[in-house]
């Protein structure tokens, strides 16, 4: 198996699963760059076998469809649990256009997938349906059973064999079980499959430090929808303060760094005693993420508490490093990137340098003054258009969409520290209507 996290290793880097308990076996393949090696014990895969046990049971008549990487811990995990079972297992072509087509030939029962597959199968439907048809009024009637408490089965079997079929039939026809993770699924989208795919959907949250799941949602319980739900079994969670943030673990809405202990979690990071020593204090691993317990005992994931975050299909994305390469480029003083774990891409707000904005608007017979020139659609384009062929940057790390600052930022506005840091938490609270706007733009106008 592999696991691996950015950090700053080098490419090359091997991963695998060691044993404790026995002569040491791995089974390892080349990692990307910035990958490390986790060391994970026999005992602790078990354990986390018995975890998955805790699904709603498989049988010789279930198949799964895999579309996670075979290294990603958690699809070794259900494969495993469905080896065990003697379910039936189908990977994906590794073709995003052919996944549907892949549902139809397996007709699986259970999938685990990322919330960006979650939002192409809510897109693709969405955009079939008008807003104001039959689909959209029994859909919230149905929302409303389930609500109201009533089971998934229960909810509106008539709806669900006269109207919704059709769209359980899309994935396949036998689907009973999905699971979502590796980000936070968004709360439209998980009710609509609540509803519209006639199945029990459960949102989880897990870390390759945790040897995958460690919280999950209960499928049947619409409270919990927008949260990964409580801890499983063989874990204990808490949430420590991140004063620096503004989250208090002990405040009457408690949140905080979340933080795991139990017999599932990772041994260290191999030869890293270094990062090892930073995560693991007492015990507790602290995983980085900031969670907000809800009333009922569910874990809801906010933040991050350190500038490395998830797109929703679930790529890590250091901000920083993005950054500095992108201000290399010679028409840009400053610049902000954001995104966050429910969209798929990166949007920023740019300060361009004046003189070389204004030469080019010259050339181009532009009269805008500076300020006119930061909103004119062309210029933002321009920009856009000079930042992407640069830095060697993946796919998921170029922007969609820029806004165009003509002021710099500045300690007067509490945009930056004394030592010329962005301060990330007051950009956004400042730039919030502008980035929701860039959003809306770049997925169509999407509200």
Known sequence: MLGQRQVNDKKGDRCGIYGSNCPQWILAMEACANAVEFIINHAEVSIAFVQENKIPACTEEDSYFSFLPLAHIYDQIIESYCIYKGSSIGFWRGDVRFLLDGLQELKPTTFCEVPRVYDRIYTGIASKVSSGGVLWKTLFHKLANLENGLPQEKSAPLLDKL????????????????????????????EFLRVTSCSTLSQGYGLTESCGGCFTSIGNVYPMIGTVGVPLTTIEARLESVPELGYDALSSVPRGEICLRGKSL???????????????????????????????GAMKVIDRKKNIFKLSQGEYVAVESIESKYLQCPLVTSIWVYG???????????????????????????????????????????????????FMLRGFELLKAVHVEPNPFDIER??????????RPQLLKYYKDQVEKLYSEANGGKV
């Open 163 to 190: 109207v919704f079929n059709k769209i359980k039939q899309g994935l396949g026809g036998r689907v009973r079980i999905m699971l979502s993770g590796a980000a936070p699924l968004p709360r439209h989208v998980e």
């Open 266 to 296: 990772f041994s260290g990071y191999h030869k890293r005693a270094d990062l090892t020593e930073e995560v693991l204090i007492d015990g507790w691993f602290h995983t980085g993420d900031i969670g907000e317990w809800q009333p009922n």
């Open 340 to 390: 966050n774990s429910f969209e798929s891409f990166l949007v920023a707000v740019v300060v361009p340098d004046r003189k070389a904005l204004e030469d080019w608007a010259a050339e181009h017979h532009l009269t805008d003054d500076y300020k006119s020139l930061c909103q004119n659609m062309r210029a933002r384009k321009y920009i856009l258009d000079e930042l992407h062929p640069c």
């Open 414 to 423: 509490d945009l930056m520290t004394p030592t010329f840091k962005l301060k």
